[in-house]
């Protein structure tokens, strides 16, 4: 039930097409209803004309009908209804009415407005307890289904006897001041000790019309692996309501990915242009740490707006799939790459590079292309630190892939083009290829930009650039030195004496780490690598 879109889930309910299933979340918050509200919410007394009983002939009856009065059914508090809440929303727990009557001061996010009437139960002798809170939120945060536990009750009931950690223990981040901009909530869902689970949730704006970002701060706990927000770029209407586990990612643009809290700051001038009813989707991965402790995980993320029209230019932000890549079971290094350019196209300013890959990935790298179709600079190697070329100690993490960006807008012309390139080595039990699901593979190249500087106060410049080279370490050296290949591309590493003698030669693969073992030595010696395209490095090694 959780994979049917909202439109679809009105139409079922119209119909009366969904049946609430015995044994399930909902009918865990149908007991609820009958512990705390049918003395005021029941066939003959339609309090705020909500029957919470149900009026069939058998429990299953009175289950489906209350299912229907309630998922994404309007409320009569005109105030509610005005902000856009439902009795139910699925996946909403912020937008469901009901919810935030019995909510009080449980979760300080969706406490009542004024005009949106008293708490219930008004009976202060039915408290429901925190633990049937946290049921009627969970079961709303998975999409409402009229079927199934999609949560572990275990876990919850444990967090709320006392064996548990929160994100944010101390409460909420402080959300933007009102007119600054408005603030996000991811979750919360629980973990067991000592586990990991990753979730995406699909979250509607409501934005009433065109506003401009200039400034986003995600904010998530040391537990968090990383966090990473996406824009839909067709409304949403492919994406589920509630939290999933599976990308369905055929149409989305990255914004932001985090492995840290950090406010992310445009350049200034600069701004994100977010249209009216904009749709977002964003993707928790957390790890629960704690050997003994049930953890509450949650991300908090700060929007800071500007009216329309406030940036000089707007920053855009695209990603480019390669879907024609095989990674057969082979256990063997496999590489593709892609060629982007237009011809007779602008130029561009770059702001920020990315590559993203699923579990098999072991490198992502970018390069620009000169005149004449050839590599020139890398802009960006996922094996480094901050994505920045020229690390001495490459390691590719495909669930922390960095995002490097520029200090200067980087001009890039697309006439001549960039390449990315990625590399994958498939050790599983079959054949892989493109799908959104962690069970296939991605090639993704995701890039900021802008496409003019006018008004801008940050400079375009190739200050940050530097052309690949061969790494040689240790240099000086004793026994035995290093020769770290610059690009995927192979060659052949030649070492001369000063005598121009060749003492040692070595057929090399793009990216390898080749240690030599000199058995003559000279204190000093030339080295001279040659790619297979031509591509030359040379230089010295000193011996000591």
Not at 236 to 241: A, E, K, T
Request: net charge negative; proline share 7%.
């Amino acid at each position: 039930m959780n994979r049917v879109t909202g439109f679809l889930m009105l139409f079922l309910v119209a119909g009366g097409l969904l049946q609430a299933q015995e044994g399930s979340a909902f009918q865990l918050v149908y007991q609820t209803f009958q512990t705390h509200c049918i003395q005021c919410h029941n066939p003959t007394s339609l309090s705020g004309g909500l029957d919470l009983r149900g009026d069939g002939t058998s429990s299953q009856a009175n289950l489906n009908h209350v299912y229907q009065n309630l998922v994404g059914v309007q409320p009569q508090n005109a105030t509610a209804r005005s902000n856009g809440n439902q009795l139910i929303h699925p996946g909403r727990p912020d937008q469901s009415f009901l919810y935030r009557k019995v909510n009080g001061t449980f979760d300080p996010d969706d406490e009542l407005a004024a005009g949106e009437g008293d708490q219930m139960p008004q009976d202060q002798s039915s408290v429901v307890s925190a633990t049937e809170k946290e049921y009627l939120r969970q079961w709303i945060l998975f999409g409402a289904p009229s079927n199934g536990m999609p949560f572990d009750t275990g876990l919850v009931n444990r967090y709320y006897a006392g064996d548990g950690l929160a994100a944010f223990p101390n409460g909420p981040p402080a959300a933007p001041w009102p007119g600054e901009g408005f603030q996000i909530k991811t979750g919360p869902f629980f973990l067991a000790p000592g586990t990991e689970d990753e979730f995406f949730q699909k979250y509607e704006t409501g934005l009433k019309q065109d506003v401009e970002v200039p400034q986003i701060k995600l904010q998530i706990s040391d537990f968090s692996h990383h966090f990473i927000m996406y824009e839909s770029t067709n409304g949403g209407v492919d994406l589920p309501d509630g939290l999933r586990r599976e990308q369905n990612h055929a149409n989305v643009n990255i914004i932001t990915g985090v492995q840290r809290t950090e406010d992310m700051v445009l350049p200034e001038g600069t701004a994100f242009h977010w249209d009216a009813n904009y749709v977002l989707d964003l993707n928790a991965h957390v790890i629960n740490y704690s050997r003994d402790k049930v953890f509450k995980a949650e991300v908090y993320i700060n929007v800071y707006t500007q009216p329309s029209g406030t940036a000089a230019q707007e920053m855009h932000a695209v990603l480019v799939p390669n879907p024609l890549i095989v990674i057969p079971n082979t256990g063997d290094t496999v590489r593709y790459q892609q060629t982007l350019r237009v011809p007779d196209g602008p130029q561009i300013f770059v702001w920020g590079v990315l590559g993203h890959t699923h579990r098999y990935g072991v490198d992502y790298k970018v390069y620009e292309l000169d005149q004449n179709g050839n590599r020139g600079a890398m802009l960006y190697d996922a094996q480094c630190a901050d994505g920045i070329p020229g690390c001495f100690s490459p390691y590719f993490d495909y669930q922390h892939i960095p995002t490097r960006f520029f200090e200067h807008l980087l001009p890039i012309r697309l006439d001549r083009g960039i390449v990315h390139t990625a590399a994958w080595v498939n050790n599983g039990p079959q054949t892989v290829r493109w799908g959104p699901t962690s069970q296939d593979e991605m090639m993704v190249l995701g890039v900021f930009y802008v496409t003019d500087t006018t008004g801008l106060q940050v400079t375009a410049s190739r200050h940050d650039l530097s052309v690949p080279s061969l790494q040689v370490f240790p240099n000086p050296a004793r026994d035995q030195i290093t020769f770290q290949t610059p690009d995927e591309e192979p060659g052949v590493l030649r070492i001369y004496d000063l005598q121009g003698r060749l003492i040692h030669q070595k057929p090399l693969q793009g990216f390898e780490n080749y240690q030599w073992f000199p058995t003559q030595k000279s204190p000093v010696m030339l080295y001279q690598y040659i790619t297979t395209s031509g591509r030359k490095y040379a230089g010295k090694v000193l011996f000591q």
